[in-house]
């Protein structure tokens, strides 16, 4: 970690009213040398903002933001705050790759609320409001080395933020929800590049074909625990050997886990890490597409009962989370497939620049995916900061998962991988949603990565049908489905009737 003091400037960049002046004070009660561009250019301007804007006119106020902007980049501040609008200009997207962007990224309906009524020009209504921020949001994605989804954490984040490279492999997320905060470094070599987000001893668990790819990634080590590759490692049998190995290894509370490996790694790990002792910390580092895009993630852990999938588990957020985007070369193809699918599931979810990314995004090659994954990860992190408990919105990140897990459960486990169960869902969930074109698009994608469009003939409609009477979510109202009639417009708790969830099962046959 570059000592405070070093390393290359940071630059706060987002919409109006995202917080970027309260983090640039995080900066300077730490003692950094901190420059608030929008109160400089008050000054300079000799007028608050609004009122020169409405005088002069835009463009008038554009180059005068420019000029100033630039100069104070030049100045070599420790931090600076940007103008929401300043990233619009190419020279100061230009000098801002030799910056680290963070950018402030609370939600939208947050950064309503703060310029609702508020003297900026371009607040005046929401409907116009939301247009400008679906213009600038790309940017602020393509200039963004982190994120921060509030200013509440810019001081916690203060040290790992000055640990980045401008335009590096690595990026930084600050995952923020109801029961804590922590780090997530996603890219290239991460493993490497990144400070470890825990303290005490490290305690890995892992499964035995990642184990022998990657244990040298994750070490020094105080002990390790391998299971046999696959879904059946995560039983409640598994989860009471890895707890009596810890607890052999003599792992105390002030030690902490490591979950090396894909989402059955993860779920376990995290599992174990929630429970023993009643709790201690677990460090992600997910090795599979689909626990890089999704499962590291929000907390969930857990492990299956014959009965059904999942049906023992707790919520224990990660201390950090490590995406190396480099351990994806060795990642079987037909894994790697598998994890596009919550890839695609999630910008379906998060629509705008994240769903255009992915529906354009060719070859799954781990460079081309980097930026994806990042992108999946944040929106994956914005829904659980927004309900950790998964007691309302969280519920959308189930989008194909209830037809998914039936498939899953109505083929004994064995048939498809989860991402390919889930993949079927998809189509499902968006037919329940009248969203034909969608469905037709997605079912594209699917075929073109060599996923599965149909199921297998040897599943009965009737036990998938059965299979999602039995679905976990069930209220006393029935099944709440997800549905998505257009990208980014997730529903949930939405009914269906029986014959047209039969039909929307049966087109997959
Ligand atoms: N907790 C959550 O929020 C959440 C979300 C989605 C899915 N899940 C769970 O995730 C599980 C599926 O995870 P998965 O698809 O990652 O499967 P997985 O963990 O079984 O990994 C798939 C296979 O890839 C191998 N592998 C992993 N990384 C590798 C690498 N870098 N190189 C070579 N081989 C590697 C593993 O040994 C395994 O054989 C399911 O149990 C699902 O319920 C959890």
């Known amino acids: 970690v570059a000592p405070l003091g070093q390393g290359p400037g940071l630059v706060f960049i987002g919409f109006m009213g995202a917080g970027k002046s309260r983090a640039l004070r995080a900066t300077r009660d730490a003692g950094l040398d901190a420059v608030d561009a929008d109160l400089e250019l008050e000054q300079e301007l000799g007028a608050p ?60 309906d947050e950064l309503w609320r703060r310029a609702e009524g508020s003297r900026r020009p371009l607040a005046r209504d929401r409907a116009s409001f939301e247009r400008l921020y679906a213009e600038r949001e790309q940017t602020y994605r393509e200039l963004a080395d982190a994120v921060l989804l509030s200013a509440d954490v810019a001081r916690a984040a203060l040290e790992s933020l000055r640990a980045l490279e401008p335009t590096g492999p690595v990026r930084l997320l600050w995952a923020e929800s109801a029961s804590g ?50 879904e059946q490692a995560k039983s409640l049998s598994e989860a009471e050997r890895v707890l009596r190995e810890l607890a052999r290894a003599g792992m105390t509370r002030s030690d902490h886990v490591v979950a090396l490996g894909g989402g059955v790694v993860g779920d376990l790990a995290g599992f174990c890490a ?11 580092v997910p090795t599979t597409l689909l626990a890089q895009v999704d499962s590291a993630y929000g907390g969930k852990t857990g492990v299956d009962l014959p009965e059904a999938k999942n049906y023992v588990g707790a919520i224990h957020l990660p201390a950090g989370v490590i995406a190396d985007t480099a351990t994806l070369d060795t990642l079987p193809s037909e894994e790697v497939a598998a994890g596009f699918v919550e890839l695609l599931k999630t910008a379906l979810i998060a629509g705008a620049g994240t769903w255009e990314q992915v529906r354009a995004l060719g070859g799954l090659e781990p460079d081309r995916l980097a930026d994806a994954i990042f992108d999946c990860a944040v929106a994956k992190v914005e829904v659980v900061a927004a309900d950790e408990r998964d007691s309302g919105r969280r519920q959308v990140l189930n989008l194909g998962h209830t037809v998914g897990h039936a498939i899953e459960a109505a083929s004994g486990y064995d048939r498809y991988r989860h991402g390919e169960a889930v993949g079927l869902g998809l189509l499902a969930a968006l037919r329940l949603s009248g969203a034909g074109d969608l469905r037709s698009e997605v079912q594209h994608l699917l075929v073109e990565r ?3 469009v149909h199921l297998d003939r040897s599943i009965s409609l009737d036990d998938v049908l059965a299979a999602v009477e039995r679905d976990k979510k069930r209220t006393p109202r029935g099944i709440g489905f997800v549905l998505l009639p257009r990208p980014g417009e997730p529903v949930i708790d939405q009914p269906v009737d029986p014959a047209s969830l039969r039909a929307a099962v049966e087109e997959l046959l």
């Open 274 to 284: 929630a429970t023993y002792q009643r709790g201690v910390p677990v460090v992600q």
């Open 450 to 452: 060599g996923l599965p």
């Open 49 to 108: 903002i609004a009122e020169f804007f409405e005088r002069h006119g835009e463009p008038e106020f554009r180059r005068r933001e420019e000029a100033l902007t630039l100069r104070i980049l030049d100045e070599g501040h420790e931090a600076v705050a940007v103008g929401g609008g300043a990233v619009l200009s190419e020279p100061v997207r230009e000098a801002l790759a030799a910056r680290v962007c963070v950018w402030l990224k609370p939600p939208l």
């Open 181 to 230: 905060a922590y780090p997530v470094w996603a890219g290239k070599e991460a493993l490497e590049r990144s400070p470890w987000p825990a303290g005490g001893r490290r305690f890995c668990v892992t499964d035995a074909a990642v184990g022998a790819l990657y244990r040298d990634a994750v070490e020094p080590l105080a002990g390790l625990v391998a299971v046999e590759p696959g």
